[in-house]
C-alpha cells in the first residue's frame, strides 16, 4: 500500500479484498495517516466477496492442472 501504484491495485488484492468484506480500515487508514498517499477506497462487501473467491477459485484451478501436468516417471 506504501507504493503509490500498488496502492491504486490495493481494493483488488486480497488484503484489501478482506478489508472490504469485513469493512477493517485500520492498517489503510494508517498508513494513509503516516504518508502523503490517501486511503484508497474499498470494495463494496459484495464484490470483495467475489474477488476472494476468485482468487480462490484460480488457486483451486492451479493445484489441480499442475500436478496433472507432472510426469510420474
Same mark, same amino acid.
Given at each position: 500500500?506504501?507504493?503509490?501504484? $500498488?496502492?491504486?491495485?490495493?481494493?483488488?488484492?486480497p @488484503?484489501g479484498?478482506?478489508?472490504?468484506?469485513?469493512?477493517?480500515?485500520?492498517? =489503510?487508514?494508517?498508513?494513509?495517516?503516516?504518508?502523503?498517499?490517501? =486511503?484508497?477506497?474499498?470494495l463494496?462487501?459484495?464484490? @470483495?466477496?467475489?474477488?476472494?473467491? @476468485?482468487?480462490a =477459485?484460480? #488457486?483451486? #484451478? $492451479?493445484? $489441480? $492442472?499442475?500436478?496433472?501436468?507432472?510426469?510420474?516417471?
Amino acid at each position: 500500500m506504501i507504493i503509490p501504484e $500498488v496502492n491504486i491495485l490495493y481494493p483488488y488484492l486480497p @488484503g484489501g479484498a478482506t478489508a472490504a468484506l469485513t469493512n477493517f480500515t485500520l492498517l =489503510a487508514d494508517t498508513i494513509a495517516e503516516q504518508t502523503t498517499l490517501g =486511503a484508497s477506497s474499498l470494495l463494496p462487501p459484495a464484490l @470483495g466477496a467475489i474477488v476472494l473467491l @476468485g482468487y480462490a =477459485a484460480l #488457486a483451486s #484451478a $492451479v493445484a $489441480v $492442472v499442475l500436478p496433472l501436468r507432472r510426469d510420474l516417471a
